[in-house]
């Protein structure tokens, strides 16, 4: 009996996949998710980074059998992640994307379409509110797209928008939106922005991208993920984010389909048409449409409505995606108790910290354990980096701090003084630019690796004590 050729494929295919779980099993082991090993640790001679990927053998046996079917474009398995994602955060449409920043610049470009109501769409010289201290790519899509972001300061206690100069920031006939990252995975004051932009009739775009598997409960109501509450939201899946696709990102439409379509005009060219890769004639009139000044019958499949870019992932990736997606509960809960781990053990360095509140309502899904070193403790933030580092604790600084004092931007007014607005001093962005730090909570940190932070972060802290009479 012959075996049909199909047979032979799937067999083929079978064996290909074993292999590489267990190619993937001696040669990944160290980031496998806790539970199926157990990383060696040496104290002081084992680095333990501030992030990193956490897989085993089924994301790469997913991208193996993906790459072997050999569909490389956005497709099949992209189909499959968008619809999981989307059900997994709770909204209507979630787009896939080459990373998070491109995200942003999707959502942001979204926000300037013809196809939205004319007194909403965001056009060159209008303002966006947006926050001081974070990442850049929350800020730079409002510049690229021709408007004009409105710096509020943050709360350095919880790393978030200060929301009690949102009304400050406000200009009638201009502000047209908000866009606000959750810092490190701590929802921002949802309620008060939420508020607000249905107080002034504004678009509210949530970068999400730290923060998948965040939670939060406006007042009388459930809790819920972030991501939700606004017009969209937008996520990362860079390595250090909370899953990975190596590089990839999302926008979510959080209800109205309209936004979907312009969405996925922008990021596919800035076409017209929305047949999926691979189809023709979804809306059975190809050659029937008449639009802008081409002649009547055009191929629709080349009608430009936008002016778009190329934004797409690849389907590999997306493969990678759906398998991470299924660890999303475990990695959030293990985020979570690291979290309180380093909290519990460094409660009593109070002297010398300020340490980061969750927001009121919320949970968050901590992408970082955040501390802000007090004015008067005998070491400065550069310092105790400097410190970690040599002691091979991986640490970062709460990402551009004050992005007002980047170089980008000092150019950026220096060309164009209107190019952006600032409410106040942006004293809280100045401090968290000069004080913050963080360390890992990241879901491959076992229980040694997190005491020795804790203990390095303590003996530090007496240490210099020591060194200055009079300090606590």
């Known amino acids: 009996m012959t075996t049909k050729p199909s047979s032979k494929l799937s067999e083929l295919k079978a064996r290909i996949e074993g292999l590489v779980r267990e190619y993937s099993a001696l040669s990944h082991g160290a980031n496998a998710p806790l539970g199926d090993s157990t990383p060696v640790f040496e104290p002081g001679k084992t680095a333990i980074p501030y992030a990193a990927r956490v897989f085993d053998g089924n994301e790469v046996a997913a991208a193996v059998g993906t790459t072997l079917d050999f569909w490389l474009t956005l497709g099949p398995q992209g189909e499959a992640f968008e619809r999981e994602l989307a059900q997994a955060i709770g909204v209507k449409r979630s787009l896939l994307t080459n990373s998070g920043s491109s995200a942003n610049l999707l959502a942001v470009s979204t926000l300037t379409s013809q196809r939205l109501p004319a007194e909403r769409r965001l056009r060159p010289g209008d303002e966006v509110i ?165 002649p009547e019958g055009y191929d629709h499949k080349y009608i430009y409505s936008h002016l778009g870019y190329n934004l797409k992932p690849l389907d590999v990736q997306a493969a990678i995606g759906r398998e991470q997606l299924k660890r999303l509960g475990g990695f959030t809960a293990a985020r979570r108790a690291n979290w309180e781990r380093l909290r519990s053990g460094l409660s009593d360095l109070t002297d010398y910290f300020q340490f980061t509140q969750p927001t009121p309502g919320s949970e968050p899904s901590w992408f970082g354990f955040m501390m802000v070193v007090k004015d008067g403790a005998p070491f400065t933030a550069v310092e105790l980096s400097r410190h970690l580092d040599e002691m091979k604790v991986g640490n970062r600084r709460l990402f551009g701090g004050n992005l007002v004092r980047q170089p980008a931007f000092v150019q950026l007014k220096k060309d164009n003084p209107k190019a952006f607005r600032v409410i106040g001093q942006l004293n809280g962005a100045d401090q968290l630019m000069r004080s913050a730090l963080f360390v890992g909570v990241y879901p491959g940190l076992t229980p040694p690796m997190l005491d020795y932070v804790i203990e390095v972060i303590g003996n530090y802290c007496r240490k210099t004590s020591k060194k200055r009479p009079g300090q606590s």
């Open 130 to 294: 947006t926050c001081a201290a974070g990442f850049p790519t929350t800020v730079t899509p409002i510049v690229q797209n021709g408007a004009v972001p409105v710096f509020v300061d943050n709360d350095p206690a919880t790393g978030n928008a200060d929301c009690s100069l949102l009304e400050e920031a406000f200009a009638t006939g201009k502000t047209k939106a908000v866009m606000l990252a959750h810092a490190l995975g701590n929802p921002f004051d949802v309620a008060s922005v939420t508020d607000f932009c249905r107080k002034h009739g504004l678009w509210l775009v949530e970068d999400n991208c730290d923060a998948l598997g965040s939670r939060y409960a406006l007042p009388g109501g459930p809790s819920r993920m972030t991501g939700t509450f606004g017009d969209l939201s937008t996520q990362s899946f860079y390595p250090p984010h909370h899953i990975t696709m190596g590089e990839g990102g999302a926008v979510n439409v959080v209800d109205d389909m309209l936004l979907k379509v312009v969405v996925e005009s922008f990021r596919d060219w800035g076409r017209d048409c929305w047949c999926a890769s691979g189809k023709d004639n979804t809306c059975g009139k190809r050659f029937g449409w008449k639009l802008g000044d081409l």
